[in-house]
């Protein structure tokens, strides 16, 4: 376990929100995941740092230098709002040194990039939907595609860019309507659309993680001119028929077959983007059983009510029992 009398100083990292726009409220959550980590560290006699991480890396490494942090929860998703720059804030705590949670940035750049996560995956003997990358500026064949697909930015997180407008039933819809996708988020990747059940798997641990309960989205309240996922509306609008209709769940009637399959398919994902300390990877089986590897989450939102801590307190952890944990988990690399 950790010393206790010599890291006291704690910094919490994170990204400036912002009040407004169209996914102020994905912004805004990381201020709950801050107040959540900053009250388990206070329980656990702990003496919290706020540090905002913007382009000014400058006043960044000041406040780290004063403070004399030597571990950090490294919380940021985006630097001004930009997810290409999600593996910057960890690049700079490993320049200087300094012992932090979660992935290191190599691990982050490749899970935020839905193109090179694709490409990792193929190469091993995993499978995930087939796809396109879209970009204006070179031709796009989307010929060898079978409909419905979907349309989602290379590098979004937290569903941005995708709700039931990004589905495409046809090629004809979707040359008439990508290019108005690729302008408002850049590259997008268009994917085929796997009709199943969807399933997040969440592993915590270090050096070795264990899978926790295995979570299930349960979209049986859907009509039948609702495609079943978890859009940007299932995520943040509280007022929305997704969001009141998408409840996670902890299935108890799983085969040990399929258990046993998506266990061993998110250690594997887990090692194979050298993630660290936890993580989310999220799933579709169809009807055929094949599993489908959707998305590679390497820094799953913190915030209590999301679905990493879910499963975490599923497995019978609290709050603050997560935070120390993932506290010994930086010490035990700062003792290396």
């Known amino acids: ?15 400036e929100p912002v009040s407004s726009g169209d996914f102020k409220e994905s912004s805004q959550d990381i201020l709950l995941q801050v107040e959540a980590v900053e009250e388990s560290l206070y329980k656990l006699h702990k ?8 382009r000014n890396v400058g006043d960044f490494i000041k406040k780290i230098e004063k403070e004399k942090v030597k571990m950090c929860f490294n919380l940021c998703e985006t630097v001004d709002e930009n ?26 750049m490749l899970s935020t990039d839905k193109l090179i996560a694709k490409r990792l995956i193929e ?24 409909f419905p697909v979907i349309a989602k930015p290379r590098f979004e997180d ?18 008439k309507r990508i290019k108005n996708f690729y302008d408002r988020f850049g590259e997008i990747i268009v994917e085929e659309y796997i009709q199943g059940r969807e399933f997040n798997l969440s592993l915590f641990g270090y050096p070795a993680p264990k899978v926790l ?21 299932a995520k943040w609008d509280k007022n929305s028929f997704e969001y009141n209709n998408t409840p996670r769940i902890f299935p108890e009637n799983l085969s040990n077959v ?36 959707l998305e590679i989450n390497a820094n799953p939102c913190l915030s ?33």
Do not use: W
């Open 304 to 336: 209590p009510d999301a679905g990493f801590f879910a499963a975490a307190e599923k497995s019978g952890l609290t709050y603050p029992k997560m935070i120390e944990l993932f506290l010994s988990f930086m010490s035990q690399r700062n003792d290396k």
């Open 47 to 54: 003496n919290p740092v706020r540090i905002p991480f913007t």
């Open 158 to 175: 937290a569903s941005i860019g995708i709700d039931q407008e990004s589905i495409f039933h046809d090629e004809v819809e979707l040359e």
């Open 83 to 108: 997810p290409f720059f999600i593996s910057h804030p960890a690049s700079i705590l490993e320049l200087l040194g300094i012992s932090f949670s979660g992935s290191s940035s190599s691990a982050l």
């Open 213 to 233: 309960p295995i979570a299930e989205i349960d979209f049986s309240s859907f009509p039948n001119n609702l495609h079943k996922i978890v859009g940007y509306s």
């Open 258 to 293: 399929l258990e046993t399959k998506m266990d061993l398919i998110a250690q594997s994902c887990f090692n194979l983007f050298m993630i660290r300390d936890y993580a989310r990877i999220d799933m579709r089986v169809n009807s055929s059983g094949d599993i489908y590897i």
């Open 123 to 146: 190469s091993s003997d995993m499978i995930t939907p087939s796809y396109v990358l879209y970009n204006e500026n070179e031709p796009a064949d989307f010929s060898n595609l079978k």
């Open 1 to 15: 376990m950790y010393n206790k009398n010599i890291y006291n100083k704690i910094g919490i990292i994170y990204n």
